[in-house]
């Protein structure tokens, strides 16, 4: 197929998703939407070397390193010691979704399956890169399987988040009207826009632009390759590219979140995103039917877990059921959804403008390092370890 016509076909699916996935407040995700798309197309004729002939496969081969450098500078230290409670409650319940996942519904399922599935049930697209590439020589069965645990997360995991957050808005109103819950004082809160003190000195802004932003997460996610290499591939480079990313930031050499203020982050994701959806091109529908099954078991025990393991470690440090169950079923979806769940909820809760306002500074910061940790961390980690199992 004609590169142009390629690229500009993956893009409209693209902008389709978005427009659903906006138009249902992120309930139905882009990637669920684009993946129903292709696979029909696929089934219908589109060849299945569209993502080769739009040359983004090739393109996602060389920046998905900026891309895990670039998350690594959006983890803000700060914020994770001050939600302490919730980052200890938050990786404990996505290891015990890897773990569980894979060990229990192995049992039941493939266990290359599940292999493939612990991680990304605990994360994301990340993930599902790691262990795609781990997994390259399971059959694309596997890959397959891999890709629909990823599309179906978010549909699965927003109305149970919502569920759980709104339980928990209720009983912060109620303790909020008797007088037994305060608004939070933000005067503990660093202001955002304060200088932060870094140890290498600052590339004056005019210097600063998109072309060195870029060039500095290039040298870093080269910096990562090198140190990956130094392990014979052992320890992963894209987990060593977060990491690099987070201690990057805190010196002063990287911008927090360099990609999106390079104007780079869209069409990065876009491209990385094409290695989810390219082994669609080989299934046909009643592969995708007989995976039904072990997609089911998959969930039900990732979920199971994730409530047992949240509720004891969320009782121990505090927390009712219904926050430490929805701070653990973040690792379903992530950001934007950790902030657009919390903020439906308390809009739609509160009675008033001061009640808004307390529901949102009681669930959304924790909702959102929830994810991050999650997300961003824990499954990135624990995806660059569980690849060795392959």
């Given amino acids: 197929m004609n590169g142009l016509v390629a690229l500009t076909i993956i893009m409209v699916v693209y902008a389709a998703g978005d427009m659903v996935a906006t138009k249902t407040k992120a ?3 882009m990637l669920f939407v684009a993946s129903v798309v292709f696979a029909i197309g696929f089934w219908n004729g589109l060849p299945g070397t569209i993502f080769a002939d739009s040359q983004l496969q ?8 900026l891309l895990l450098v670039h998350m690594g500078t959006t983890i803000k230290v700060k914020e994770l010691l001050a939600e302490w409670k919730t980052v200890v409650l938050v990786l404990a319940s996505t290891i015990a979704i890897c773990l569980g996942v894979y060990f229990i519904g192995g049992l039941v399922v493939e266990k290359a399956m599940a292999l493939m599935a612990a991680p990304i049930v605990g994360g994301g697209v990340v993930a599902f890169l790691v262990m795609s590439e781990a997994l390259k020589d399971a059959g694309e069965n596997v890959i397959v399987f891999g890709s629909i645990v990823l599309v179906m997360q978010g549909v699965i995991g927003f109305p149970i988040a919502s569920f759980l957050c709104k339980k928990e808005a209720l009983r912060l109103r109620s303790a909020f009207r008797d007088g037994s819950l305060k ?3 933000d005067s503990a809160v660093a202001d955002g826009n304060a200088a932060k003190k870094t140890i290498l000195p600052q590339v004056p802004e005019k210097y600063n632009g998109p072309n060195f932003m870029i060039a500095k997460l290039a040298i870093v996610a080269c910096i990562a390759q090198w140190l990956s290499g130094l392990t014979a591939g ?9 990491i690099l990313g987070v201690i990057f930031r805190a010196i002063g050499f990287l911008d927090e979140g360099s990609l999106t203020k390079a104007n780079g982050f869209t069409f990065v994701i876009g ?17 995708l039917v007989s995976m039904i099954g072990p997609l ?5 025990v990732g979920l199971a877990i994730c409530a047992i393991v949240a509720i004891l470690v969320g009782k121990l440090l505090g927390e009712s059921w219904y926050m430490s169950f929805a701070l653990g079923v973040t690792a379903l979806f992530g ?6 769940v919390p903020t439906e909820v308390a809009n739609a809760v509160g009675e008033s403008e001061e009640e808004v306002e307390m529901l949102k500074k009681h669930l959304v910061p924790k909702m959102i390092i929830a994810g991050m940790v999650s997300v961003s961390v824990v499954s990135v980690v624990f995806a660059g370890i569980m690849a060795a199992w392959a």
């Fill in 27 to 29: 309930i139905i995700s």
């Fill in 335 to 340: 950001f934007p959804g950790t902030l657009i």
């Fill in 271 to 287: 491209a990385v995103l094409t290695n989810v959806f390219a082994s669609l091109a080989n299934t046909t529908p009643s592969q």
């Fill in 183 to 185: 608004m939070l004082d």
């Fill in 234 to 242: 052992k320890v992963n480079m894209l987990v060593i590219c977060l």
């Fill in 58 to 65: 090739t393109f996602a081969s060389v920046t998905v390193g």
């Fill in 296 to 300: 089911v078991i998959i969930f039900v």
